[in-house]
């Protein structure tokens, strides 16, 4: 059976120490997040950083290089960082795709716009195809999130433009609110549509994580996993770390028998040429 790419998402950028007491704020923090998730099996790590004064995310390049630098001093981690800023806030194109200066292997890449909470998460045309030239031009991999069907059938046409290259790599976001819902069925009707020789993983966010993870490793993803999707281990009970719900779902895939890729296992998976 094909190895299983786990990705541990850090911190994301919206989630404050009210609501999880525990989530990695200062790059210090982040960093050692990230060094117990890489430990407890997580070959990718998605990065946000956070701004101190006020907790929530922000897109400063001189935070995320302390945080890159430190973790490609002491881990063979595929970086994975991000170009959201803060979903709904829309902060300004440079701002939001500084982290690729930084080339990391992997980028996040929104594919569309959508209703986030109260807010819209805007991705539009001209935001995707400046972001994905300048992926390109940086040798760095979009890593395609996928929130609704009309994301997936943009990547599908910028990928027939030549504006996105094979192998594609996707990340389905489902449970967000108010995006596709984490359900199989919701999952199994974007998977339909996925090209060939793509590879994807799953995100639930919250009470989705589990469902999703498990739909990722029967029918062959991957899965990510971390405080940036969900602040629960189980009912009632909030992980203290990112290692913890790298911890649940490995307990998982190894009582299924799929194995767990290492970083450089998961370079040869995702096509990636380091
Ligand atoms: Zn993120």
């Given at each position: 059976m094909e190895k299983v790419i786990i990705t541990a998402a850090i911190t994301g950028s919206r989630i404050m120490r009210d609501a999880a007491p525990h989530i990695p704020i200062t790059p210090e923090e982040i960093i050692q997040s990230a060094l117990e998730a890489w430990r407890a099996g997580a070959a990718i790590v998605h990065i946000h950083v956070r701004d101190?004064?006020?907790?929530l995310g922000c897109q400063d390049l001189h935070r995320f290089r302390q945080v890159v630098e430190a973790l490609r001093k002491e881990t063979d981690l595929i970086l994975s960082l991000t170009t959201s800023g803060i979903p709904g806030r829309n902060l300004p194109a440079e701002e939001r795709l500084c982290p690729v200066t930084l080339k990391p292997e992997l980028a996040s890449f929104d594919a569309g716009s959508i209703n986030l909470g109260g807010a819209v998460f805007i991705n539009d045309p001209a935001f995707l195809d400046q972001a994905a030239g300048i992926m390109k031009q940086a040798g760095v991999k979009p890593e395609i999130e996928i929130f609704d069907l009309g994301m997936l059938i943009t990547a599908l046409r910028m990928h027939d433009e030549g504006k996105l290259d094979d192998p594609l790599h996707f990340q389905f976001v489902l449970g967000?609110?108010?995006?596709?819902?984490?359900?199989p069925k919701s999952f199994l009707h974007l998977h339909d549509h996925l090209p060939p020789g793509a590879t994807w993983s799953t995100i639930g966010i919250g009470r989705g994580f589990l469902p999703m993870a498990m739909m990722a490793l029967i029918m062959g993803g991957h899965i990510r996993v971390g405080m940036e999707d969900n602040i629960y281990l189980d009912k009632g009970v909030m992980a203290k770390t990112n290692a913890e719900l790298v911890e649940r779902v490995v307990r998982i895939i190894e009582a299924y028998g799929r194995p767990i890729a290492s970083p450089s296992e998961a370079r040869l998976l995702l096509g990636l040429k380091k």
């Amino acid at each position: 059976m094909e190895k299983v790419i786990i990705t541990a998402a850090i911190t994301g950028s919206r989630i404050m120490r009210d609501a999880a007491p525990h989530i990695p704020i200062t790059p210090e923090e982040i960093i050692q997040s990230a060094l117990e998730a890489w430990r407890a099996g997580a070959a990718i790590v998605h990065i946000h950083v956070r701004d101190p004064k006020t907790g929530l995310g922000c897109q400063d390049l001189h935070r995320f290089r302390q945080v890159v630098e430190a973790l490609r001093k002491e881990t063979d981690l595929i970086l994975s960082l991000t170009t959201s800023g803060i979903p709904g806030r829309n902060l300004p194109a440079e701002e939001r795709l500084c982290p690729v200066t930084l080339k990391p292997e992997l980028a996040s890449f929104d594919a569309g716009s959508i209703n986030l909470g109260g807010a819209v998460f805007i991705n539009d045309p001209a935001f995707l195809d400046q972001a994905a030239g300048i992926m390109k031009q940086a040798g760095v991999k979009p890593e395609i999130e996928i929130f609704d069907l009309g994301m997936l059938i943009t990547a599908l046409r910028m990928h027939d433009e030549g504006k996105l290259d094979d192998p594609l790599h996707f990340q389905f976001v489902l449970g967000p609110p108010w995006g596709a819902p984490a359900t199989p069925k919701s999952f199994l009707h974007l998977h339909d549509h996925l090209p060939p020789g793509a590879t994807w993983s799953t995100i639930g966010i919250g009470r989705g994580f589990l469902p999703m993870a498990m739909m990722a490793l029967i029918m062959g993803g991957h899965i990510r996993v971390g405080m940036e999707d969900n602040i629960y281990l189980d009912k009632g009970v909030m992980a203290k770390t990112n290692a913890e719900l790298v911890e649940r779902v490995v307990r998982i895939i190894e009582a299924y028998g799929r194995p767990i890729a290492s970083p450089s296992e998961a370079r040869l998976l995702l096509g990636l040429k380091k």
